[in-house]
Every structure is written in structure tokens, then in C-alpha cells.
């Protein structure tokens, strides 16, 4: 595969993950995003602010790779207990205040910057199962870069659009 293969191909995935991100946006609505129900007690804001939190850090890292930089430090506190969940409130504390508008904007902008990152990556990186330890023996190009949504997420969103309907 060369570079211009391994390239095109991830920025074509994150295109078309992007392309299905704003379907669900235009789905959701705008006069939804804050009601309760996607997430159990967390509304769909909430999720685009837990989303953005760990995306921002993905792309953080991407970036010291393309640099030739040793993993960027984490962007939470330190002293934070052990486990997802004290990083998650952390992040949500952070974006508590952010408008809809403005996390709907960064959270598009972010597959952009997901995309310029991997692109600035040389292509015998992203093809090397070995070439991101952090992916731990996975090529980054076989990685879905937006899996912690489809994953982890996106049922019970769809769950709560189909239970309005």
C-alpha cells in the first residue's frame, strides 16, 4: 500500500464517519441536545463533551507521533483516581459550561483534526502494527478511529432516538 493508498484510505473513513456524525446531529436536533436520556442521566451535550475530551487527547497524541515526540502528558490532573470514570467527570466538569454550539462545532472540527494528524503520520508508521505502541499491535490504519462512539455509545443513542420516535 503506499502512502498515498494508506493516507486516502483513513481520510476517507473519517469522511464518511463524519458524514453519519452530522446525520445523527441533524437526527438528535438542536432543541434535544440537552434533555436527559442518551447516556442514562447524561444528555446528548454531555456526550459530545465526553467524546470531544477523549478525542482531543487522541489527536494530541497522533500529533507527537508525526512530530518524532515522546506521548504528549495527559490533559487531566495527575491526582485523579484510578478508572475511567474520575477522567470522565473531569471532562465533563470541563465542558459543563460550553454551548451547544460550541461543542457541536469542535466536535465536527475534530474529525478534521483527526484526519490532518494521521495524514502527518509517514505511511510505513500507520501500516506497522508495532509503529503506535499504544494501539497495541493493531496497524493504525486498521484502527476505526471513531470506534468509542460507534462502540461504546451509539446504541444507547439510538436506542433513546428510537424511543422519542
Known amino acids: 500500500m503506499t502512502d498515498i ?3 486516502q484510505r483513513l481520510t476517507s473513513q473519517l469522511a464518511d464517519s463524519q458524514r453519519a456524525w452530522r ?3 441533524a437526527e438528535v436536533g438542536e432543541d434535544r441536545m440537552t434533555e436527559p436520556g442518551p447516556m442514562g442521566e447524561w444528555s446528548f451535550h454531555d456526550l459530545v463533551v465526553h467524546l470531544l475530551g ?3 487527547r487522541t ?3 497522533l500529533e507527537a507521533i508525526a512530530a518524532g515526540e515522546s506521548d504528549p502528558p495527559e ?3 495527575t491526582d485523579l483516581p484510578d478508572g475511567d470514570d474520575p477522567i470522565n467527570d473531569w471532562i465533563q466538569a470541563q465542558g459543563a459550561d460550553r454551548s451547544v454550539p460550541e461543542v457541536l462545532a469542535a466536535i465536527d472540527a475534530s474529525h478534521d483534526q483527526l484526519a490532518t494528524a494521521l495524514r502527518a503520520i509517514p505511511a510505513e508508521i500507520l501500516t506497522d502494527p508495532n509503529g503506535i505502541p499504544w494501539l497495541d499491535g493493531t496497524a493504525a490504519v486498521d484502527v476505526d478511529w471513531v470506534s468509542h462512539y460507534h462502540v461504546e455509545h451509539e446504541p444507547s443513542v439510538l436506542a433513546w ?3 422519542r420516535d
Open 23 to 25: 446525520d445523527l446531529v
Open 59 to 61: 489527536v494530541a497524541r
Open 54 to 56: 477523549w478525542r482531543d
Open 161 to 163: 432516538l428510537a424511543s
Open 75 to 77: 490533559p487531566w490532573p
Open 5 to 7: 493508498d494508506v493516507h
